[in-house]
């Protein structure tokens, strides 16, 4: 069975081709990273699978299923979370109220039961809450439960923002550049997150990353990109080591 | 040149002229709003007043204080933009950085404001501003063309050309992209943000005034002129909400399709036309016949 | 200062927060089912205000929570308001019938007009309901049959299951029971996943969608809500008016709806209520003043001699009693509260209330706008 497979995909913007026939497969349970130069194009194969963008051409593969024409709220159904290179929280929500969104996904209830507040909603409501604390204690984020995101510094946020997405439960983790905009201290804890979701949550990873550290900590496989096409696939040591890889990054 | 009258095509032309005039109004006004919204992304629901007050005070020089026209349509068009310019640097430069709706409802609640003032200032009836083309009619291939609306077709017209060279070829319009795209990197390349507003407030505020003049010998001034402001963003969305040309374009679009639903449709239709034209167009093709869409980058 | 010391997740959930604030919202009720016996000539107002309060949660509710703001219910007020005459009166039907199928259909309009709204952002869904209220309007005037066009209709009292319900007193708490029921309603929904999702869109659609919210079922169901509350106001306001019109229903209204939602405080019940309080009893207080004020200044300044007093009450009169003032003085208070009371009046309350608690280490900083820049919204 294909996890998660990505097949021919390419995106054009108005006659630049962002992303140019990029292929690859995530088996399950590891972590694999997408790197390269800016503009080489990682965040925007992020976009492609969570469906913000429409591919020009290619195919997207979840758990055998083609999902390359499925709208954007469907992807979270199937299993795929992301978080956002530029943090997308609720900013005037606490994180309580930001991390029960995530379990959006798993509502059954319906809108006639909500009005009335049935018993059903009750139950169901208190269970979405039991999940969200065993997100918040895996992520230490009891201090700041009440708290409002705007009043939270950048690094609290960025661990709420992938609390959200753990919240949903999800298969597949999409992390876009989990470490940017963290100190080294704020790197590892990241790193260690990491590394639990995969062993304790047995959750597969996709990762964007710039911070070589990080990417040799955790990563399982690694593909670098570089002006939107593949140049190198293998582990973190292969792939650093790689001649074109390193032509891409230092020039020359 | 026969010198014969032919009625029929003096009806039509005739028409077709009032739609062009009142096109070009609704133009104007939309224009107004382009400017303002490019620059600061606000809505300026006030637009409409701020043309009737651009009306009365040409009134009250011309009729109270027995100017010239002339002199009192340059009187008027600059105190009305230096007003937009006062109320840019007092009220609206406080609340730079809220919400888009919080600045939509500052904008409605100034215009209630305008009215009040124009009614407690003026009285509430119904005035008529004597213009040296009011009533003046010259004769071309037998057809009569009023003055009044060649006026505001030449002034429009005029007025644009003018305003679009202003913005190609001075630094003010690069001036004004950056500073509504993102404030705090204007400022930090050295763009006097605050000092480019006020004088888009005073342009835009300059040019609702022209338009409310001009309209003045056509329909009435009465307080409640502004609510041709409405009709105007019809005008305005149509045109893509990005463009001098487009706003014009969009105006005289709306006068056309008016003049043709008040003479092929059932009654009543002519009033919600351009309310409809908006809906269709904000339902199909939100951005006009010449804007662009963005899309945010995550 | 009070601490609410939680032990379940159930008291998260409760409406009230502790047995103290419960207590306080019960005794605000059994005020408010006295009213009528402590200020009988006051009643008629006392219904526009929960009546305003339905509406202003409505638009809460669409604008507040959702982000989605709407410059056109007045429109849906007047299309619950026809209907429900219609149904009751024309088509003879029960009045709890009529009411719900005034309701429904109100709804049913709110579908037509979010549905197109999904494609729209920000402003632009601002400037179509706008467009759609105008309509309406004019629909309202030609549409004779049911609306009797510009000779406007008669409403006759409300009769419901044969008790016919003439007294002022009697419409009072049937507007209370309506009041009090849709905020029960508001209150349920904002707890639970449907309410979440409507903030969400609100903050960000972007991260809503990746999180599973289709923003298409969500914003239509937003819309279908709010304007089925407003439908259903607009059926008490009928009767509350005696005679409708469609001069009644104007951008005017839509506007000071606006106004209750931004004067109460957006994104909070309270603030609905305090700002249906302030623009429903407006009117009163400025005809009061009316009559007042010129004595005031009169008296004022009869301290410079009795003739300068009668001179300046004389003028400060002619000035109060103007027909233009009621729209500018709603203007203004617009005009003030966006720029000195951002949070409205909800968010004053706050603030004092935590000035009381915090006190003397209250700092004024502690709600100071932090300096923001305009960020482009076009690039959504």
């Known amino acids: ?252 | ?298 | 200062m009070r601490f609410v010391f939680k032990t379940t997740y159930q008291q998260d959930l409760a409406l009230f927060r502790d047995k103290f604030q419960r207590d306080w919202y019960l005794a605000l009720m059994a005020c408010l089912l006295v009213l009528p016996m402590l200020l009988p000539e006051y009643l008629v107002d006392f219904s526009l205000v929960l009546i305003f309060g339905l509406c202003a949660l409505s638009l809460m509710v669409l604008a507040g929570f959702t982000g989605l703001v709407s410059l056109g219910h007045a429109a849906f007020l007047g299309i619950g308001a026809y209907a429900h005459v219609y149904f009751s009166q024309d088509l003879g039907l029960p009045w709890i019938l009529s009411v719900a199928l005034a309701t429904g259909l109100t709804a049913a309009v709110g579908v037509l007009v979010g549905t197109p709204a999904l494609r729209m952002t920000g402003i632009y869904l601002t400037i179509a309901t706008l467009a759609f209220a105008l309509i309406i309007q004019e629909v309202f005037n030609r549409w004779d049959a049911v609306t009797g066009g510009l000779r406007g209709k008669a409403v006759e009292k409300p009769v419901i299951f044969g008790v016919a319900l003439h007294s002022d007193a009697a419409f009072y708490f049937l507007c209370l029971a309506f009041l009090v029921g849709g905020l029960w309603i508001t209150r349920n929904v904002l707890r639970a996943p449907t309410g979440r999702a409507w903030v969400a869109i609100r903050d960000s659609e972007i991260a809503a969608e990746s999180m599973g919210v289709n923003l298409a079922v969500y914003k239509t169901m937003a819309f279908a809500c709010s304007a089925a509350m407003t439908g259903t106001a607009g059926a008490l306001f009928a009767h509350q008016v005696g005679f409708l019109a469609p001069d009644i229903f104007t951008v005017l209204l839509s506007i000071q709806f606006l106004l209750m939602v931004v004067v109460g405080g957006l994104g909070s019940l309270h603030g609905a209520i305090y700002g249906a309080i302030c623009v429903a009893l407006l009117p009163v207080l400025i005809s009061e003043a009316r009559d007042r004020v010129p004595d005031w200044f009169g008296q004022l300044f009869g301290v410079f001699g009795k003739s300068a007093g009668l001179a300046v009450a004389a003028a400060v009169d002619r000035f109060v009693k103007q027909p233009g003032l009621e729209p500018g003085i709603f203007g203004l208070i617009l005009v003030l509260f966006i720029l000195f009371e951002p949070q409205g009046i909800y968010g004053r309350w706050v603030k004092v209330k935590l000035y009381f608690s915090l006190f003397p280490l209250y700092k004024r900083a502690t709600f100071a706008r932090q300096k923001s820049y305009m960020k482009s919204e076009r690039l959504r």
């Open chain 2, 1 to 298: 040149m026969d010198g014969r009258r032919r009625p029929v095509l003096d009806i039509i032309v005739q028409l077709t002229l009032n739609a062009l005039a009142v096109g070009c109004i609704y133009g104007l006004v939309a224009l107004g709003f382009v400017l303002i919204y490019k620059a600061t992304e606000l809505v300026n629901f006030a637009q409409g007043d701020l043309m009737m007050l651009g009306a009365f005070t040409c009134y009250m020089f011309v009729v109270w204080y027995g100017i010239g026209y002339w002199p009192a349509f340059a009187l008027a068009v600059a105190i009305i933009g230096l007003f937009g310019a006062a109320l840019d640097w007092l009220i609206l430069r406080r609340v730079i950085g809220q919400p888009q709706f919080a600045l939509v409802m500052l904008t409605i609640g100034l215009g209630a404001i305008f009215r009040s003032l124009a009614s407690m200032t003026w009285g509430s009836e119904i005035y008529t501003l004597p213009t040296p083309f009011s009533a003046h009619q010259t004769m071309v291939g037998g057809v009569s063309v009023s003055h009044e609306y060649l006026s505001i077709i030449l002034g429009t017209v005029i007025l644009c050309a003018v305003l679009y060279a202003f913005f190609t070829h001075t630094r003010l319009g690069v001036a004004m992209q950056a500073a509504s795209q993102n404030q705090l990197a204007a400022y930090y390349m050295g763009i006097p943000v605050k000092r480019v507003f006020s004088l888009i407030w005073a342009i835009s505020a300059g040019v609702a005034a022209i338009a409310g003049v001009l309209l003045a010998p056509v329909s009435l001034i009465d307080i409640n002129l502004g609510f041709i402001g409405l009709k105007a963003f019809a005008a305005a969305v149509l045109g893509g909400f990005g463009s001098i040309p487009g706003a014009l374009a969009g105006g005289v679009t709306i006068g056309m399709i008016e003049l043709f639903s008040g003479a092929y449709l059932p009654q009543g239709f002519k009033d919600v036309a351009a309310y409809v034209v908006l809906l269709i167009v904000l339902v199909v093709r939100p951005q006009g016949m010449f804007g662009t869409v963005g899309r945010k980058r995550v």
């Open chain 1, 1 to 252: 069975m294909t996890f998660f497979a990505v097949d021919a995909l390419s995106m054009e913007f108005g006659g630049i081709r962002a992303v140019d026939c990029v292929s690859f497969t995530v088996e399950p349970g590891e972590v694999f990273t997408i790197i390269g130069p800016n503009g080489a194009g990682k965040t925007t194969i992020f976009n492609l699978v969570s469906r913000i963008y429409d591919p020009t051409d290619g195919r997207l593969i979840f758990l055998d299923e083609d999902i390359t024409r499925l709208p954007p709220h469907k992807i979270a159904e199937r299993g795929i979370a992301r978080t956002f290179q530029n943090i997308e929280l609720f900013e005037h929500a606490t994180v309580l109220q930001n991390l029960l969104l995530g379990r959006h996904v798993h509502k059954r209830t319906l809108f006639i039961e909500e009005l009335l507040f049935l018993p059903k909603v009750r139950r169901l409501e208190l269970k979405h809450r039991e999940a969200v604390e065993r997100v918040i204690d895996f992520l230490d984020l009891q201090p700041h439960r009440d708290s409002l995101i705007v009043n939270l510094p950048y690094g609290v946020r960025k661990v709420v923002e992938l609390a959200r997405a753990l919240s949903t439960e999800p298969k597949l983790l999409l992390l876009d550049e989990p470490s940017s905009g963290l100190n080294v201290e704020e790197t590892d804890d990241m790193a260690f997150w990491i590394q639990d979701i995969k062993e304790l949550l047995g959750i597969t990873v996709l990762m964007v990353e710039h911070d070589m550290r990080l990417v040799s900590a955790v990563s399982d496989r690694v593909l670098a990109l570089d002006y939107g096409r593949p140049i190198a696939v293998g582990t973190a040591g292969e792939v650093q080591a790689d001649p074109e890889v390193i032509r891409a990054y230092l020039g020359g």
